[in-house]
């Protein structure tokens, strides 16, 4: 990070987002930041940290009994830096001020954007092998599940037991809330599971994602108890259409406006494009949503490395929703869908 501090017109950067650190410096604690100078980097955390941090961290490691940022403040003042850089959407405005107290006068903040974030987007030959394993845990948890679902289960028992198996197979926690939604509840597109019980002819979502090793994993697959009726398998059809077509349209130098037109244009000629409320998918990574945004009209540029997923879905209200959602690596002439599990729309 040190050699983009002169294009950034800074003499300091001061890293406070969890994952950005920890992908600075590898720390996993939950009390860390860094000042990373031209010349060097400077690590602060509290006597909680201080074994964990000396064995994982190779730049220089203050154990502050002060708050964090008073350390930092200190080596500004030693070093007398003029322009220091600050994460915008991870300073909250009391630490702000209190930093710009411990500032020698004459220095200033600067906020910087997601600077360190798009670095992060293409991921690195090792966090691509954990993105990978982080996938595979989840399609396993998925499966080991489903295959025991049926009706009569309660939508919440179904997401214990899916974070159970993420957990029993690696992986430290969900990377978010399991989404498991029955019946008219699949079109709501972030539906906390409830204690609503699976019924006879009911519509399935399930929208989960491990995170393992720190690296997050994503996927979306719909099931039915019974036969699905006629318009719900319409619905299916037209989002799987969409899905397939975003993941053909993707390679290094498109843009993520593309990829996302390429499922709203399917979702519209089937009359879906007003049920199709949210952006096609989101990189992912350290955390489950990470820039690029595949969002409409956006200008990102995909690159070979990146890890996105895609995930058109259709919502109808009164009826049920259906989205369908793969991890994908982009490559230089296509890409990799990394979930492994099939698409099939199950019955149960
Ligand atoms: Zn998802
Ligand atoms: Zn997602």
């Given at each position: 990070?040190?050699e983009?501090?002169?294009e950034?017109k800074i ?5 406070s987002?969890?994952?950005n ?7 996993l ?9 031209k ?6 955390t509290?006597p909680?940290?201080?074994i964990?941090a ?5 730049c220089?490691?203050?154990?502050e ?6 350390g930092a403040?200190g ?6 830096f003029?322009?220091?850089g600050f994460e ?5 405005y009391?630490?702000?001020l209190?930093l710009?107290?411990?500032l020698p006068l004459?220095?200033?903040?600067q906020?910087?954007?997601?600077v360190?974030?798009?670095q992060?987007?293409?991921k690195s030959a090792?966090?691509l092998?954990l993105?990978?394993?982080?996938v ?6 998925y499966s ?5 679902v049926h009706?009569?289960a309660r ?5 214990a037991?899916?974070?159970?198996q993420?957990r029993a197979l690696?992986?430290?926690k ?9 019946g008219v509840?699949?079109a709501l597109?972030?539906a906390h ?12 979502l399930?929208?989960?994602?491990a995170?393992?090793d720190?690296?997050?994993?994503d ?9 699905p ?9 037209a989002?799987?259409?969409a899905q ?8 290094a130098g498109v ?8 499922a709203?244009?399917v979702?519209?000629?089937?009359e879906l ?8 998918g989101?990189?992912?990574?350290l955390?489950i949503?990470?820039p690029p945004?595949?969002?409409r ?9 990146m890890?996105i997923t ?7 209200d ?6 369908i ?7 230089e002439?296509?890409c990799?869908v ?7 729309f199950?019955?149960l």
């Amino acid at each position: 990070m040190s050699e983009r501090l002169p294009e950034l017109k800074i003499d300091a950067l001061l890293v406070s987002s969890p994952a950005n650190v920890r992908y600075l410096t590898g720390y996993l604690g939950s009390n860390g930041i860094l000042l990373v100078t031209k010349a060097d980097a400077h690590f602060f955390t509290d006597p909680r940290y201080a074994i964990e941090a000396s064995q994982q961290i190779t730049c220089k490691v203050h154990v502050e009994k002060k708050p964090l940022l008073v350390g930092a403040g200190g080596v500004i003042k030693r070093k007398r830096f003029k322009k220091i850089g600050f994460e915008s959407s991870w300073l909250r405005y009391e630490d702000y001020l209190k930093l710009k107290e411990e500032l020698p006068l004459g220095s200033g903040l600067q906020p910087i954007g997601k600077v360190i974030e798009e670095q992060r987007m293409v991921k690195s030959a090792s966090e691509l092998d954990l993105i990978r394993r982080s996938v595979a845990t989840n399609s396993e948890a998925y499966s080991k599940t489903i295959r025991r679902v049926h009706a009569g289960a309660r939508e919440m028992d179904i997401a214990a037991e899916l974070d159970y198996q993420m957990r029993a197979l690696g992986a430290e926690k969900a990377a978010f809330e399991t989404i498991v939604a029955a019946g008219v509840r699949s079109a709501l597109p972030h539906a906390h599971p409830t204690a609503h019980r699976l019924g006879e002819n009911e519509l399935l979502l399930i929208d989960m994602g491990a995170s393992q090793d720190g690296y997050a994993s994503d996927m979306t697959r719909v099931a039915h108890t019974g036969e699905p009726p006629k318009r719900i398998l319409r619905l299916y059809k037209a989002v799987l259409e969409a899905q397939l077509a975003a993941l053909r349209s993707i390679k290094a130098g498109v843009t993520t406006g593309e990829v996302d037109a390429a499922a709203r244009d399917v979702l519209k000629r089937h009359e879906l494009d007003r049920a199709f409320v949210h952006s096609t998918g989101h990189g992912l990574g350290l955390e489950i949503h990470e820039p690029p945004r595949i969002a409409r009209k956006d200008k990102t540029k995909l690159q070979a490395g990146m890890a996105i997923t895609i995930e058109p879905g259709a919502y109808i209200d009164g009826l049920g929703g259906i989205r369908i959602e793969d991890t994908v690596l982009v490559t230089e002439h296509g890409c990799e869908v990394l979930t492994p599990t099939p698409k099939d729309f199950i019955e149960l």
